[in-house]
């Protein structure tokens, strides 16, 4: 609770700071301390020291596995902010109101942390996917943010009205939202009876939108373009904490449902996961450049993250989702961070990089391993947590082999940068570049290291 | 302790060997660290008890996997291979220049940490996790400081064992559901409750992944590429100790835990080795590249393990372990030939040498002794490592090991041919102002040679060193 009411208040104070002072740098401050607030009083409400107590009649109901996954969001959108924060300024002129949206946005991550009831879930997306469209096209003098943005908006308002009809009928087939009181729809289904077609139908168009939301095939379409018209320090956000929120939704709404499914579920879950995969590694590999590449590269990690769908009710596959959404985020972030500082985003505009900017190079070079799953990266045991739990949950080989088969193109198109920042002769033009910006970087990555050794120093958290 | 030791010491000098700058403090940092490396790894394993070779911590206690280290026999004599020949390639190549010296020689030494890794873990985790580490450093060493085709040549053989590997993880995980006490142990594994006929397929990805790190024949495509075009160093280490990281892994994990399904597709394997073998035979008489040459050689001496190992038997297992370490070395010296002709004459083409034993006689005495060994002349380390291989092979099927003896045949045929194309006939143009070889690559070159022959004279403390693995792996048989 504390984190949905502190996150939406502090979008508030950051509307006002624009009111008060046109220093963006102090803005930039303000946010930055915003989310370590925002952090401690979601630790706080982890650690039962202090709460809101607002009765919601179960619409909302905080767990220790949500307030986790909130922790693990606001710390990337911490990291996120010390390393983009002041490439946010540079997007345009209304700099306060960008960071109120992105507080806007950690408010629908909370939501989508701790609903209970398809309306929650609803509400969440909405308070989510808004912001998002906003800041998509907050380039307004480029045309490419500006298509993004109208295309992002329209494919998400089809998709929310996809999910709402989809919530309609479950509605119409049950009388309740599902989920209240943690009983899920099971209870109106017997294992023997054919659950109603109204139902079914339901649960179907709900898993049509969710997979728009996480940009999971075949509804991916938008991705690339939204990815690549946005402004990058966005993309950054949009692909790893957003995307996480969505994973995170989509596994705990369906925690509950699949059984209505019966075994047609996993025939779907299995067609999401091998198109998912197939058409963001596929494509990723011709892409010349690195942004787009990472809109592909992320509808890949997608597909990963798709398998702790197969497993949603089991321990490794929760922990599995924390796990990868933290990998990724960092990974991304730091990855966009570096990009975001060159003038040229082709996989040419990195040549060189390492004789120029080895710090840079050091560190992307450490977010693409980590993003490709070579051990020693968080990259690796996030891949492991979620193939592990999707095999222990009774999901077939092939499906597991093709999964990793499909990984090992990914290291292809994640090394191509690789290549060009180490082997390859040039000389790519940079931003200015802080000594702060730099020791941030080599933190971030010392970070996917050690959460690539001991992942545990994280997952313990989530019990004691 | 011992275990943890070597694998500290080499990780510790290669993170501080990133901030040299100087080629000369580099490669004497370097150099220092193996020396060191190696006077621990001998002491260890022979001058201290049991109890410390073993080593064990917690890691991931929730997921059954632990920080378990051990040195048995066959670990031993690849560790000792292993840590001899960092010091043998770094001194024989010390001549050698390289832009940013200090990254070329800390990833030589993360290398390093990568193959004791392999060769001491007993828990399949962390075995997965040594595996990957000693093959990026690689990767980083060929792709950086290669040749001209590097960039491409490297990253085939990048993707290529990455899918391997990749493949043995899925069967990592698959054993690792069907332990009793889902634990990644070494013990645990060996003690599945996996039927003869579910072990096929993990056999299978287990298999895949060591036989792509071999290469036994069809999957050996990356290699001769690679040992081409990666510094001589790196080839050094490649065919000299990496590629033994597949034999290992064989012995180690796929025969104790798949022992049906190797049984069962024995045969299959064993005749795809010794196709290799000749395939790999017959190039090599047609290369006129002397590292394209050694390359094929090594591919077809490698099928030979492999089809031992396949071929089951005391004998046989015997004979890989001890031929592991010889052909290890015997390898590194002849790379460090090539290296020496290449970097005094400029080009490593056959047809443009010739007459180089009237230039450099100790060169021409020392490439003799090593081609002997190449092919296995009785009174060199290779000859009783190959006689107990064939032996192996005779007693599985004596067609098979008529088969494969032709390749014994072909590898004399191109050896004799490379001596007698680089050292006699006619002086060329080039080999004109040949000079004597170096005195790094010399000493080093006759340190190898009297182990060459003194492992050929008195090769018992090899099967010492392995008897005792090998009795093991045959009681869980």
Same mark, same amino acid.
């Given at each position: ?464 | ?297 090594? @591919?077809?001496? /490698? +099928? &030979?393990?492999?089809? #031992?190992?396949?071929?089951?038997? $005391? *004998? %046989? ?11 290890? @070395?015997?390898? /590194? +010296? &002849?790379?460090?030939? #090539?290296?020496?002709?290449?970097? $005094? *004459? %400029? ?131």
């Amino acid at each position: 609770m504390n984190a949905i009411i502190v996150s939406a208040l502090l979008g508030v104070v950051m509307m006002f700071s624009g009111i008060f002072t046109t220093n963006k740098t102090i803005i930039k401050n303000i946010a930055t301390a915003g989310v370590l607030f925002l952090l401690a009083a979601n630790l706080m409400e982890m650690n039962n020291l202090f709460s809101f107590d607002i009765n919601t009649h179960d619409l909302i109901v905080t767990q220790r596995y949500g307030l986790f996954f909130n922790c693990i969001a606001y710390g990337a959108t911490f990291i996120y902010l010390l390393l983009s924060g002041s490439d946010i300024t540079e997007v345009g002129v209304n700099v306060a109101e960008y960071f109120a949206l992105i507080f806007f946005v950690l408010c629908g991550v909370a939501i989508l942390s701790s609903f209970n009831g398809l309306l929650m879930l609803f509400i969440g997306v909405e308070i989510l996917s808004i912001p998002l469209y906003i800041l998509t096209g907050s380039d307004k003098r480029n045309l490419k943010s500006n298509e993004a943005s109208l295309k992002y908006f329209l494919m998400g308002s089809f998709s929310t009205g996809i999910m709402l009809m989809g919530i309609a009928l479950m509605y119409g087939a049950t009388g309740n939202f599902g989920m209240v009181h943690g009983a899920g729809l099971r209870g109106v289904v017997t294992a023997s009876q054919q659950p109603p077609y109204l139902l079914v139908a339901g649960v179907i168009l709900l898993f049509a939108s969710m997979s728009f939301k996480v940009s999971a095939a075949p509804f991916h379409f938008w991705t690339p373009d939204v990815y690549d018209g946005a402004p990058s320090v966005f993309t950054s956000f949009m692909s790893t904490i957003v995307k996480a929120a969505g994973m995170l939704a989509f596994i705990r709404v369906f925690e509950n449902q699949y059984t209505i499914l019966g075994p047609t579920w996993h025939i779907i879950v299995d067609f999401a996961i091998v198109s998912t995969l197939l058409i963001g590694n596929i494509t990723a590999v011709f892409q010349q450049s690195v942004k787009r590449m990472l809109s592909y590269s992320s509808i890949a990690q997608a597909g990963f993250m798709l398998f702790a769908l197969y497993a949603s009710n089991t321990e490794i596959a929760k922990e599995g989702i924390l796990l990868y959404a933290a990998a990724y985020s960092l990974a991304t972030i730091s990855i966009f961070a570096v990009l975001i500082k060159l003038h040229d985003y082709t996989l040419d505009g990195f040549n060189g990089l390492a004789k120029k900017e080895p710090v840079l190079a050091f560190a992307a070079t450490v977010s693409l391993l980590s993003l490709s799953g070579i051990p020693l990266t968080a990259g690796f045991f996030a891949k492991y947590y979620v193939l592990a739990g999707a095999l222990q949950a009774g999901g077939a080989l092939w499906l597991i082999i093709v999964a990793v088969l499909l990984a090992a193109v990914s290291v292809y198109y994640y090394f191509r940068v690789i290549q060009a920042m180490y082997f390859k002769e040039g000389d790519p033009q940079t931003l200015p570049i802080t000594g702060g910006f730099k020791a941030a970087l080599i933190a971030v990555a010392a970070l996917i290291v050690l959460l690539g050794i001991w992942p545990s120093l994280l997952l313990s958290w989530l019990y004691f | 302790m011992i275990p943890v030791l070597l694998l500290f010491i080499p990780l510790v000098a290669g993170i501080l060997g990133f901030f040299i700058k100087d080629q000369k403090a580099a490669s004497n940092w370097a150099i220092v660290a193996s020396v060191i490396t190696l006077l621990t790894a001998v002491i260890g394993i022979y001058a201290m008890p049991a109890s410390m070779h073993q080593f064990e911590a917690s890691w991931l206690p929730s997921i059954g996997a632990s920080f378990s280290v051990a040195l048995d026999g066959m670990s031993k004599m690849l560790v000792l291979l292993t840590a001899i020949s960092m010091p043998l390639i770094l001194i024989a190549t010390r001549n050698n220049n390289y832009s940013n010296p200090g990254a070329f020689y800390a990833l030589m030494s993360l290398a390093q940490v990568g193959l004791i890794g392999v060769f001491v873990s007993m828990d399949a985790l962390l075995f997965y996790f040594f595996w990957e580490l000693a093959l990026i450093p690689v990767y980083f060493l060929s792709s950086i400081w290669g040749g001209e085709k590097r960039i491409a040549v490297t990253f085939k053989f990048f993707i290529y064992t990455f899918i391997g590997s990749l493949l043995m993880l899925v069967g990592i995980l698959f054993v690792y559901l069907h332990t009793k006490d889902h634990s990644f142990a070494w013990s645990s594994f060996t003690n599945t409750d996996l039927t003869s006929g579910e072990e096929a397929l993990p056999f299978f990805l287990f298999f895949i992944a060591f036989a792509i790190k071999m290469p036994i024949f069809p999957l050996h495509t990356w290699q001769p590429d690679a040992y081409e075009q990666a510094p001589t160093a790196t080839t050094m280490v490649l065919s000299g100790v990496m590629v033994k990281m597949g034999l290992f892994a064989v012995i180690r994990w796929v025969l104790p835990l798949f022992p049906f399904a190797a049984h069962q597709f024995a045969m299959p394997i064993i005749i795809l080795s010794v196709v290799g073998m000749i395939y790999a035979s017959l190039i090599a008489i047609k290369q006129d590249d002397i590292k394209r040459l050694i390359a094929y050689s090594s @591919i077809a001496h /490698i +099928g &030979l393990m492999a089809a #031992a190992i396949f071929a089951g038997g $005391t *004998l %046989g297992l015997q004979g890989v372990q001890v031929q592991m370490f010889n052909h290890g @070395i015997n390898v /590194i +010296g &002849l790379w460090i030939l #090539a290296n020496a002709i290449e970097s $005094t *004459l %400029g080009t490593r083409k056959l047809s443009e040498l010739g007459g180089l034993a009237t230039k450099a006689p100790t060169m021409a005495i020392l490439f003799v002794v090593l081609a002997f060994a190449n092919i296995a002349l009785p009174l060199t380390n290779a000859f009783i490592g190959e006689f107990l291989l064939f032996n192996g092979l005779f007693q599985y099927n004596i067609w098979i090991a008529a088969a494969a003896g032709v390749s014994i045949i072909l590898g004399a045929i191109y050896t004799l041919q490379m001596v007698q194309k680089v050292l006699f006939g006619e002086v060329s143009a080039i080999t004109e102002n040949a000079t004597e070889i170096n005195a790094y690559s010399k000493w080093v070159l006759i340190v190898i040679v009297i182990a060459v022959i003194a492992l050929g004279v008195y090769p018992q403390p090899l099967i010492d060193l392995t008897k005792d693995s090998v009795n093991a792996l045959l009681v869980i048989k």
